[in-house]
């Protein structure tokens, strides 16, 4: 049975930094590509950072210099490092995979999700 459990998430003032995770469990993480998206109030999902079977990334515009998506498949855990975080990346963070290895941006190439991890950034 596949889960995507993440954690990590909490409140944190404007500046700050958290470091969310996500463990993989019940298929062959290695092969997968892992993404992090995310979903404020009011909002769409929306792309944050993903990462192939080898550890190449991709990075929303807006994220890029801040965030960074890594991999540790002997764990089969993916992360999310954020830094100088601000108000508006107040949302639940999903992480999701993807059986075809990608880092892809696409929401609907994923197929599985995990339930996802409160951020909230106060000003």
């Known amino acids: 049975q596949v889960q995507l459990v993440e954690a990590g998430g909490g409140l944190v003032q404007a500046g700050g930094s958290l470091r969310l995770s996500c463990a993989a469990s019940?298929?062959?993480?290695?092969?997968?590509?892992m993404g992090w998206f995310r979903q404020a109030p009011g909002k769409e999902r929306e792309f944050v950072a993903a990462v192939n079977g080898v550890g190449n990334a991709q990075y929303e515009n807006s994220m890029k210099g801040r965030f960074t998506i890594s991999r540790d498949n002997a764990k089969s855990t993916v992360y999310l490092q954020m830094n100088s975080l601000k108000p508006g990346d107040t949302a639940v963070y999903y992480c999701a995979a993807d059986r075809w290895g990608r880092a892809t941006w696409w929401e609907s190439e994923y197929d599985f999700w995990g339930q996802g991890t409160q951020v909230t950034v106060s000003s």
């Open positions: 019940g298929f062959t993480f290695s092969r997968f590509g």
